[in-house]
């Protein structure tokens, strides 16, 4: 079947380290993107990505970092200079065309301890 | 850019009743499509229901509908006969149809508006 997966599900990271967290799509999609979820607040775009070797930056890019060199594949990673880590990140996938929406991943639970 | 706002942080309704969820959004084009997700407790997030702007027919899945106001700018969501099951987050989000535009292909969410389903 076809979908879309994200690993691992749960992560803990230190103080200073950096982070990256999986995402891989089997169903031949153009686009993919990342979205932080904080309590209370909606989706927000960290980069999205609509062919491979080319990513552009979200709505908050600061302290994330991202690569596209396979169409199935958009590992973000969180690095040392992203202040608040801790949150739950979303990965999804879409073609182009507006009118399916995307597909989404579980999701991946990020702590900072 | 485009905004959509969700002014209802919090929603409940009785088993079996109706709730109605709002959404509006503002942008300035006129070709566009939105969505209404469902982020239940597994935080896993699906599609409840679609609409494309330049249909002046609302869309309907099952027990989900929508008012859309082209007009107003607003798309609700109309919940009939709730069930437990429904009981989640709920997202209204945009997407902009403008091939080429600088928001092509992305979604712009809402806040979420909670909703509890009681027995």
């Known amino acids: 079947d076809g979908g879309i997966t994200q690993s691992p599900k749960y992560l803990f990271r230190k103080e200073g380290q950096n982070v990256t967290l999986s995402c891989e799509q089997n169903?031949?999609?153009?686009?993919m993107y990342w979205y932080r979820q904080d309590p209370g607040q909606g989706l927000r775009l960290i980069y999205y990505?609509?062919?491979?070797?080319?990513?552009q930056k979200g709505d908050i890019a600061e302290g994330y970092s991202v690569s596209r060199e396979k169409k199935e594949s958009f590992p973000l990673t969180v690095t040392s200079a992203q202040k608040n880590p801790t949150a739950f990140y979303l990965c999804?996938?879409?073609?182009?065309?507006?009118?399916?929406?995307?597909?989404f991943g579980s999701g991946t639970r990020l702590t900072v301890v | 850019a485009q905004t959509v706002t969700q002014s209802q942080p919090e929603m409940s309704v009785q088993e079996a009743e109706t709730v109605t969820l709002s959404c509006t959004y503002d942008t300035s084009e006129s070709d566009y499509y939105l969505f209404w997700y469902k982020q239940p407790p597994s935080r896993q997030m699906i599609l409840v229901i679609r609409?494309?702007?330049?249909?002046?027919q609302n869309a309907t899945e099952n027990r989900f509908s929508v008012n859309f106001q082209k007009a107003a700018k607003s798309f609700s969501l109309k919940i009939s006969d709730s069930q437990l099951g429904d009981a989640a987050m709920y997202f209204c989000?945009?997407?902009?149809?403008?091939?080429?535009?600088?928001?092509?292909?992305?979604?712009?969410f809402g806040q979420g508006t909670i909703l509890t389903v009681h027995p």
């Open positions: 999804a996938s879409s073609i182009l065309q507006g009118y399916y929406g995307y597909t």
């Open positions: 609409q494309e702007a330049y249909k002046q």
């Open positions: 169903l031949n999609h153009d686009a």
């Open positions: 989000a945009y997407r902009s149809a403008t091939i080429g535009g600088t928001s092509y292909g992305k979604l712009t």
């Open positions: 990505s609509q062919i491979v070797n080319d990513f």
